[in-house]
């Protein structure tokens, strides 16, 4: 089974400062997916980012990056110039690769509370 | 439509009810999902739909739960007799195929409270 940790509970960043919330996970599996949502006080989750691990370049979408370390099992998620609307919950997430009978299921973390201060 | 859509928004039941909590996925998406998000369970999977189909219900919390989805569309989840401890928000996703990491999209989520 695999288990995905989040060991920063809340987190606060100053507007336009850089911030990185830590994410760690276990499997056996050589191929999988990792993603980090954000889930705002609206309750939808919101894919952020997504990683295959087969790459090894990290994955970038605008102000947000990741830091993917397969051999340590690390996936961080980088923000920069963070903005107010930043503020929310975010989610690592762990999916195996294929379509046998659990291999499109997620498996979340605990999460993280970032908030973004003015 | 533009994205995944749940009702009802938010749920109050007595315990022992049943309800049933709806979901529309987005158009030609065939896969289906139901996530349930509780304050001590954090965010726990629970069953998946390819097409009409939903190969493990493993993920169901006990055989209060149920779920089915018609059409390969909408899909229906029903908690009978409900317990306090199915309080929770309970989650919708789908996504365009099964597997290959397709991205899953959430709906706004359905919060169940049962007095």
């Known amino acids: 089974a695999q288990t995905v940790t989040q060991s920063q509970p809340e987190m606060s960043v100053q507007e336009a400062e850089t911030v990185t919330l830590s994410c760690t996970y276990d499997?056996?599996?050589?191929?999988?997916?990792l993603f980090w949502y954000k889930q705002p006080p609206s309750r939808q989750m919101i894919l952020v980012i997504r990683q295959e691990a087969y790459k090894q370049q990290n994955a970038t979408e605008n102000r947000f990056s990741v830091n993917f370390q397969k051999a340590a099992k690390s996936f961080s998620l980088k923000i920069s110039d963070s903005q107010l609307g930043d503020t929310a919950m975010y989610f690592c997430?762990?999916?195996?690769?294929?379509?046998?009978?659990?291999?499109?299921?997620?498996?979340f973390g605990e999460g993280t509370q970032l908030t973004v201060n003015p | 439509g533009a994205g995944v859509s749940q009702s009802p928004s938010n749920k109050v039941t007595e315990k022992g009810k049943d309800v049933e909590l709806r979901c529309d996925p987005i158009?030609?998406?065939?896969?289906l999902y139901w996530y349930r998000q509780s304050l001590g369970q954090g965010l726990e999977f629970l069953i998946y739909f390819q097409g009409n189909s939903a190969p493990d219900k493993s993920g169901l919390p006990s055989d209060r739960f149920s779920a089915e989805r018609t059409g390969g569309s909408v899909s229906t989840l029903t908690i009978q007799r409900t317990q306090q401890e199915d309080s929770a928000v309970y989650l919708c996703?789908?996504?365009?195929?099964?597997?290959?990491?397709?991205?899953?999209?959430f709906g706004p989520g359905t919060r169940l409270l049962v007095l």
């Open positions: 996703a789908s996504s365009l195929s099964l597997g290959g990491g397709e991205t899953q999209y």
């Open positions: 158009s030609g998406h065939t896969a």
């Open positions: 997430a762990f999916m195996k690769h294929g379509r046998e009978t659990s291999g499109s299921r997620l498996t």
């Open positions: 499997t056996s599996e050589s191929n999988y997916y």
